[in-house]
């Protein structure tokens, strides 16, 4: 008992900041929604509702958390062994690609296809992590700039394929590879929404990222990420560790772009990821790295996302409402870093007096 | 093709090329200082397109057309401060503080543009600033319309190379940025106040993206719209790599950004067909090659995104 009390304090704690980070950036946005003339609690109910306010809504809500939730725990991997990966956009473009390629160009059986487009997913992903990984590793070049440049050029390349190669023979010029075979799609769980099994898979990812910070290798990946040099003493690989950081994180990004197109676009087009690697940045951070708090967190921005195009419609609030929200909430994630000090500052004046 | 459409083409894919390396050079060469100081900011995008609303409204509502350079560069200051406080104040990370500030931007511009605006079907224009002749040095053949036929923010921004290069290599400023760059404990040491001169450096880095983003706005669209940066605030921060935190390397390198970006514009537009993607695309592979092989060399700033605090290690 006393340590379920403990342990929810503890919880209790790290969720905190997090609350309060989201409550400042809804005040501060109110103001600014009261200065430009238009009702903040209204707008929020409105929000609300977009997002919650029906089984329907509830469901697409659901179904736009999924890839956020899964590449922010990519991200979150990477962020853990301070490595700097902002590539989410290229990554789950490279996954979906490998997977419309193996489920549309591979003659098997669908038994054999499916999990193949899935293996097929994984690795590329892992190819373009463990790339980036080996050029920090090696040659140190910075993995900012790296997975930044990637997110381009992967752009660029899906741009190419729907436009030449990959292009539907009968799509009328649209750039857009043809859809996957019906059968190969992933079931609705809700009949009539679009919420699909793979909000499973996103769920056993969660459990598997939850027990993999208790292994070893979760270990050591969190030991590089604290100190270089207390890993090299302690025995553990830093090198073999940032290539092996980046290949798993650059495969979670891949397995959500896999998902998203067995789920739900059942083909390429243009600019598949549009801003989800940029939120699961700030859903990570916000989550504060941690398996359950990304839960959370990926609700929350996936609803803001799924409300705030209702909010825009019923209430005429600018979208772009929920872009200044999101990065409110970076800004005062960050700044508890302030109160931290300041508290700490107190005790110090304590101790001494 | 014929000779005369020969010369033409080369002609309109070098001014075009100078003019879209501007809103690339113009941050990247901020982003000198900013980088050399230790700082890297990746809300440049962010700056750029509030620079680019601020450059708009302020010329739109006073008719100045300089007013708006003015209140763009005021409003690139002000909000990359907000980059400063996070990343020297709180000692934030930088990466996590530079996509708080382009989220921010981003989204604040589009949001302030619909307040201030309201639902339009044509977008408001302005007269962007005109193109000078030089005393009618742009009638010279070929050489003219390539070189003196632009509007005069592009021969600012070439005057800023010089500028920068200046500041950087000639004065005690800039090597009180390099010496907090590199060594910021034995810049401290020797009294050089670390946090006050990033603080600068991070705002001088906002003044260039503000510019960068007015450009855009008031210097080569004549009006605003949401995603009129598109990217070029990160692809300012790849050609600071790419030219090895140099200005004068920073103009080639954003000339060949423009270069690449033009060309697959203009061959499309004659129906050459061979895959554009490949061209836009080739920038940023080259970027990668160059980090690779700077970063053997170790170039890099050595305090590069470390914050500096007296306290520790």
Not at chain 1, 71 to 83: D, E, P, R, Y
Not at chain 1, 89 to 117: C, E, H, M, W
Not at chain 2, 4 to 29: H, K, V
Request: glycine share 10%; aromatic share 12%.
């Amino acid at each position: 008992m006393n340590i379920i009390i403990k342990r929810s304090k503890t919880m209790a704690k790290q969720i905190w900041p997090s609350v309060l980070a989201i409550f400042f950036a809804l005040l501060l946005s109110g103001f600014l929604l009261f200065a430009t003339g238009h009702n903040p609690l209204r707008a929020y109910a409105r929000l609300f509702d977009g997002a919650f306010g029906n089984l329907n809504r509830f469901a697409e809500t659901l179904v736009k958390t999924i890839p956020i939730l899964i590449i922010a725990l990519g991200t979150s991997v990477a962020f853990k062994c301070k490595l700097w990966n902002i590539g989410g956009n290229g990554q789950y473009t490279v996954g979906a690609i490998a997977a419309v390629a193996v489920a549309v160009y591979v003659p098997l059986p669908y038994f054999i296809r499916i999990p193949l487009s899935l293996v097929a997913s994984i690795v590329a992903g892992m190819i373009i992590g463990g790339g980036v990984g080996l050029l920090r590793a090696k040659m140190n070049a910075n993995e900012v700039i790296t997975t930044l440049m990637f997110n381009y050029i992967i752009m660029y390349f899906l741009s190419w394929l729907v436009n030449g190669p990959m292009m539907d023979p009968e799509g009328f010029g649209f750039p857009q590879t043809q859809l996957i075979p019906d059968q190969m799609k992933l079931q609705s769980i809700i009949p009539g929404t679009r919420l699909h099994f793979g909000l499973f898979l996103a769920l056993i990812i969660v459990v598997v990222a939850f027990i993999f910070w208790k292994t070893r290798t979760g270990f050591r990946i969190s030991l590089v990420g604290e100190s270089h040099e207390v890993a090299q003493a302690s025995g553990v690989s830093v090198q073999k560790h940032i290539v092996l950081t980046m290949m798993i994180s650059a495969a979670l990004p891949a397995i959500a772009g896999w998902i998203d197109v067995f789920g739900i676009h059942g083909r390429l087009q243009e600019n598949l990821p549009g801003e989800l690697g940029t939120i699961a940045i700030v859903v990570a951070l916000l989550g504060g790295l941690n398996p359950i708090g990304i839960v959370f967190a990926s609700l929350f921005f996936s609803a803001l996302v799924v409300g705030g195009s209702t909010m825009q419609r019923f209430e005429g609030v600018p979208y772009s409402l929920v872009g200044i929200i999101q990065g409110l909430v970076i800004v005062f994630v960050i700044c508890r870093v302030v109160y931290e000090e300041f508290k700490e500052k107190r005790r110090v004046k304590q101790l001494v007096h | 093709m014929s000779n005369n459409l020969y010369i033409d083409f080369m002609i309109s894919l070098l001014a075009g090329t100078i003019r879209i390396s501007i809103p690339i050079l113009l941050p990247a060469l901020g982003q000198i200082y900013t980088q050399r100081s230790g700082i890297l900011n990746l809300g440049v995008e962010g700056i750029m397109i509030i620079g680019a609303l601020s450059g708009f409204v302020g010329a739109f509502f006073t008719g100045s057309l300089w007013f708006g350079v003015f209140s763009a560069v005021v409003a690139g200051l002000l909000f990359s401060l907000i980059m400063g406080f996070l990343s020297i104040t709180i000692k934030a990370n930088q990466v996590i503080a530079g996509t708080a500030l382009t989220i921010l931007g981003t989204s604040l511009a589009s949001f302030l543009y619909r307040v201030i605006f309201g639902i339009r079907k044509l977008p408001p224009i302005i007269d962007s600033f005109p193109s000078l002749n030089f005393l009618g040095l742009s009638k010279i053949p070929v050489i003219g319309p390539i070189f003196f036929n632009h509007n005069i923010l592009v021969y600012l921004a070439l005057f800023l190379v010089f500028f920068t290069w200046f500041v950087l290599e000639k004065t005690t400023f800039g090597l009180k940025v390099k010496a907090v760059g590199e060594f910021p404990r034995a810049a401290d040491s020797k009294g050089i106040r670390v946090g006050l001169i990033r603080y600068i450096c991070v705002a001088i880095g906002g003044m260039y993206a503000g510019l960068g983003g007015a450009f855009m706005s008031i210097g080569y669209m004549d009006t605003y719209m949401d995603h009129m940066i598109a990217g070029r605030g990160f692809i300012a921060v790849s050609v600071v790599i790419f030219s090895r935190w140099d200005p004068k390397r920073a103009l080639f390198a954003a000339l060949l950004f423009g270069g690449a970006n033009v060309l697959q514009m203009r061959l499309q537009s004659i129906g050459v067909n061979i895959p554009n993607q490949f061209l836009l695309a080739l920038p940023y592979v080259l970027t990668i090659l160059v980090l690779v092989g700077v970063s053997k060399k170790v170039a890099f700033p050595s305090a590069f995104t470390i914050p500096y605090s007296r306290n520790s290690k």
